[in-house]
């Protein structure tokens, strides 16, 4: 059983027109916690369902590279194994690269239009990051969702792709730059350019391979039609509609499409849009821990947010609400904020798996 915040399910959210923000000095990382993590990841075989529990409510930055490609099954709980595995797998990316990649490289037409899109994509990646502005880092990963792309032809890359590679690529890249993940700043820029080729090639396998591991129990969001999304519109609709009426009926009679159009535009990014991008990383603790449930969860994620301005929502008209959501204020919360946000999105999901 996971050890979360416990929450009274009769007031589970905040009722005040406008959300108020946790705002307290709990993000700071705990000592006690960050022992426990270490604990469990010096043992010869790791204990996965601890590190699981463990890693629902946080972990801790000096640890998320190892614990993440543990929760993906990427690395191998077996300590005597890991290198071999990982190694392994490297290698396949590198001979992908090299295929695909290689000089002189002929392109046919959907290719050439698919290159096209991922490059126009990269460039608006977190386009006020340092990070994502620098050169290197787009071509790396221009690379990583061009493969996605070849490797995956039943549905191809899907905007959206971009965003979710991020949160791999600067947790894996910060063990060895120094990376200033509120402002998606180098602390020192010139770490990149002098840094081993070897480790920038690991860290972009490693990346693809973590991305291929989160999406391959939603690829029928990115099929043809969509029929994951469809139906992940549809169980919100039914959610929402029981917790909240009067949110479900004044946000269907006001924005009919446009809402299915801005519930789409969150779930394909895995909710990374919402939040500032330190808090996305906090997300994505959850999220991994979560395994293969982690999408039903951005679904209750996604109605516990709008449920925290539904007194502000009734009261708004299209135009209002519009704005409201396109500038939707989780991009100021804290990870006190997505906290309890979580605590409350993992209730609903716990009320509603019963029935």
Request: with cysteine; proline share 3%; aromatic share 12%.
């Amino acid at each position: 059983m996971l050890q979360i915040q416990k929450v009274n399910i009769a007031t589970l959210y905040n009722r005040n027109e406008e959300y108020k923000s946790c705002n307290r000095e709990t993000d700071r990382e705990d000592g006690q916690k960050i022992q426990k993590f270490k604990d469990l990841l010096h043992q010869n075989i790791i204990p996965i369902n601890e590190l699981l529990h463990l890693a629902w409510s946080g972990v801790p930055s000096e640890l998320r590279s190892v614990v993440w490609r543990l929760l993906l099954k990427y690395q191998s709980p077996n300590r005597d194994a890991n290198f071999s595995i990982i190694e392994r797998k490297r290698s396949m990316y590198y001979e992908m690269c090299d295929i695909y990649f290689a000089k002189n490289q002929q392109y046919d037409e959907r290719e050439k239009k698919i290159l096209k899109q991922i490059s126009e994509d990269v460039k608006r990646t977190i386009p006020d990051s340092q990070v994502f502005r620098n050169p290197q880092i787009q071509t790396l990963l221009e690379r990583i969702l061009f493969i996605w792309n070849i490797r995956n032809p039943a549905c191809g890359y899907v905007q959206g792709m971009n965003d979710i590679v991020t949160p791999f690529l600067i947790v894996f890249l910060s063990d060895y730059v120094d990376i200033d993940t509120t402002k998606l700043k180098f602390n020192n820029e010139k770490q990149l350019d002098h840094l081993d080729q070897r480790l920038i090639r690991q860290v972009e396998a490693d990346s693809y391979w973590c991305l291929c591991k989160l999406l391959e129990n939603v690829l029928d969001n990115y099929t043809n039609s969509q029929p994951g999304l469809v139906r992940f519109y549809n169980k919100f609709k039914e959610i929402l509609q029981a917790l909240d009426k009067k949110l479900y009926e004044h946000l269907t009679a006001t924005l009919s499409m446009e809402l299915y159009a801005f519930v789409f535009k969150w779930s394909t990014c895995m909710l990374l849009r919402m939040f500032q991008f330190e808090v996305g990383l906090r997300l994505f603790d959850t999220l991994l821990a979560e395994e293969k449930n982690y999408f039903e969860l951005c679904l209750f994620i996604i109605i516990s947010i709008l449920m925290k301005f539904s007194l502000k929502i009734q009261k708004l008209q299209y135009d209002e609400i519009m704005i409201l959501l396109e500038k939707i204020p989780t991009r100021e919360w804290s990870e006190s904020d997505l906290s309890l946000c979580l605590s409350e999105a993992y209730a609903y999901q716990k009320i509603f798996s019963k029935k």
